[in-house]
């Protein structure tokens, strides 16, 4: 599986590949390129062994050992999470019209619209800037949205945002889901559960294992609901202190 | 200050390092070093090098980093009956810090008897480190948005240099890095062995009193599952309404 830099990387990143050509420029001993060369012929001997190790880690496996593995083999595993955008409820009102809720990832979200949702929750304000870049570099962003079409007339562009996700991620080990928020006048309706297990699903097809987050003590319970475990084996989550 | 041969100057100037510093313990008079003004009785340090420059990072060599640290990417890695866990995929190491916003990497030139001060190897200590000549001793990466938050994964140092401030070095350039961008939620996760190390480093329980929640839900016969080193996940079913 080669890995090729994606197109949203963070910084102006060299691709690793490329310390593995053109090392004749050096003034430094050779035994830099013996050490080049042999880790690309370690390189492909660790693929051969990937399969090895696999079927020694099945063999591992001690608890739950009923389980069935099926490995998806899904073939668009090499870019980001496909974009999705599909209608997660509809429903009609009592006055006629009809109210779709919208899911979507990868998606442009305006953040004037994103920091009133917040203000809706209660949360804290935050530079729009921030928020902006916060969502750009994010692995994905969930969002929804309520459309309203009043009866016997056209789509009328009401599109509000009622509920977000987001998950930062490295793409291949670590992925943190932060600041999931639902409008309150939609809360209860397993919306938020929606959210979370949508972004799960697309971590987890990327074969991204270690998802955490943070949660507030009033939400527990419901991520505990979802499957997520608090501390769990003793890991804890430990946060920067500035010192002045 | 000592000039060392081949250009590379020891900076007297403690508050800003450029991006590559090298810093110099001439074993008997010990400089003082910007990140412990403590005199802790501690052995010295062998010259290191410390880049925060990705294209310096060779996959291999920072697997072979991972098993010689006995650390995995997972959480819950599996583990030989010998106390070893799985070694790291290469490709998926590749990716992992092709995506993280800070990659901090220590090297160093090892002496093969680690006596370290030793009359004979003086001339080690003159020659400067570079990535290239030296060996990957330690590392650190962040993952980040680059705006509000970050998490801090997999820093390791060999053990035959711990306890020599280099993983703390390593995490306060992470963190240096992070904060210059703006980023001051910056979250680690540890387990109990490394909460010593990081709440000596300036980490402690959330302010908000957050708790740290991870997936682990597991399937049964009906479900599909995705390994995740020794836990098999359940992945959500599709429900479309």
Redesign the interface.
């Known amino acids: 599986m080669q890995s090729s830099s994606s197109s949203s990387s963070l910084c102006a990143i060299v691709p690793v590949d490329c310390i593995f050509n053109g090392s004749n420029q050096l003034a430094y001993p050779c035994s830099f390129n013996l050490g080049l060369l042999k880790g690309s012929r370690n390189l492909k001997v660790s693929r051969l062994k990937a399969g090895f190790w696999e079927s020694i880690r099945s063999g591992l496996i001690k608890n739950n050992s009923t389980q069935v593995i099926e490995p998806l083999s899904n073939p668009q595993e090499e870019e980001e999470p496909l974009p999705e955008e599909f209608v997660l409820v509809e429903k009609t009102l009592p006055d006629g019209t009809i109210e779709q809720i919208i899911f979507s990832s990868g998606g442009d979200v305006d953040v004037y619209d994103l920091q009133a949702l917040c203000d809706k929750v209660g949360w804290p304000r935050r530079p729009l800037s921030k928020l902006a870049a916060a969502l750009r570099n994010s692995y994905m962003v969930a969002t929804l949205h309520s459309v309203k079409k009043s009866a016997g007339e056209e789509a009328n562009n009401n599109k509000k945002l009622i509920g977000m996700a987001r998950a930062t991620s490295d793409h291949a080990f670590n992925a943190t889901i932060w600041d999931v928020l639902v409008d309150p006048s939609y809360q209860g309706q397993g919306l938020g559960k929606a959210l979370i297990e949508k972004i799960i699903r697309a971590l987890l097809q990327r074969d991204i294992g270690n998802i955490t987050l943070f949660a507030d003590s009033k939400v527990v319970e419901f991520y505990r609901n979802l499957g997520f475990q608090p501390d769990p084996e003793g890991i804890k989550g430990m946060f920067w202190y500035p010192r002045f | 200050m000592a000039v060392v041969g081949g250009g590379y100057h020891f900076s007297s100037k403690l508050q800003t390092l450029p991006p590559a510093v090298q810093i110099l313990n001439a074993g008997r008079s010990s400089i003082n070093h910007h990140h412990g003004h403590r005199r802790r009785r501690r052995p010295p340090t062998p010259p290191i090098f410390i880049s925060t420059n990705?294209?310096?990072?060779?996959?291999?060599?920072l697997?072979d980093l991972y098993s010689s640290c006995n650390h995995s990417?997972?959480?819950?890695p599996?583990?030989?009956p010998d106390g070893r866990v799985?070694?790291v995929?290469?490709?998926?190491?590749?990716?992992?810090?092709?995506?993280?916003?800070v990659v901090v990497s220590v090297f160093a030139s090892l002496p093969e008897n680690l006596d370290g001060g030793g009359g004979g190897d003086w001339y080690r200590k003159m020659i400067p480190v570079?990535p290239?000549?030296g060996q990957l001793v330690g590392f650190g990466?962040a993952?980040?948005?680059?705006?509000?938050?970050a998490?801090i994964?997999d820093v390791m140092v060999i053990p035959s240099l711990r306890g020599r401030g280099i993983g703390r070095m390593i995490l306060q350039r992470i963190?240096r890095l992070l904060?210059n961008k703006?980023v001051?939620?910056?979250?680690?996760?540890?387990?109990?062995e490394e909460?010593e190390f990081?709440?000596a480093c300036?980490?402690?329980?959330?302010?908000?009193?957050?708790?740290?929640?991870?997936?682990?839900?597991?399937?049964?016969?009906d479900d599909?599952?995705?390994?995740?080193?020794?836990?098999?996940?359940?992945?959500?079913p599709?429900?479309?309404?």
């Open positions: 990705l294209s310096h990072v060779n996959p291999v060599q697997r990417c997972h959480r819950f599996n583990v030989f799985e070694p995929d290469v490709a998926k190491l590749r990716i992992a810090i092709s995506h993280s916003s570079t290239f000549s990466r993952v980040s948005d680059d705006g509000l938050t998490s994964y963190i904060t703006g001051y939620d910056i979250a680690a996760l540890c387990s109990d909460m990081f709440k300036g980490f402690g329980d959330d302010i908000l009193g957050s708790t740290t929640m991870m997936y682990s839900r597991s399937g049964n016969d599909m599952v995705k390994s995740a080193g020794r836990k098999l996940l359940m992945v959500p599709l429900r479309k309404s």
